[in-house]
């Protein structure tokens, strides 16, 4: 199994009343694949957290997609390998979607220096 997994807002009816409507309002599309930030494991409903969404979403909402991870693109969302650019404690941290450390700066460091060690990263697909 590969992770990130992906998975399909197939189940908009599936779960408790409301909670595909709200999924709607949260931006996910029927028929999308989105890639999966976090699971929540719960004792009567477990919840994702996707990548470029906000809230969490009842895991029955969601097909797993095992097979359309984009090896072909790997530096997209999809792909899993995004170049992710954080405001920390006065620093900027560069981490990649899939999780791999891509260096630190201060708010006054161009981007431009996250990006090649991000190019390398998704070139050998180093893994954390
Ligand atoms: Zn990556």
Known sequence: MKFPLSVRFAHPGHGWPGQGERAKEHGLAEGEVY???SLEVGRSSSSFKLA??????NTVLFDAVYDEMDDEFPATV???HAL???FGDE???ATCLCGVPLGTGTPLTSLDEF???WERHVITRSQP
């Open 35 to 37: 890639v999966i930030r």
């Open 52 to 57: 470029g969404v906000d809230g969490e979403f």
């Open 78 to 80: 999809r792909g899993g």
């Open 84 to 86: 992710v650019v954080e």
């Open 91 to 93: 620093e900027l941290i």
């Open 115 to 117: 990006a090649l060690p």
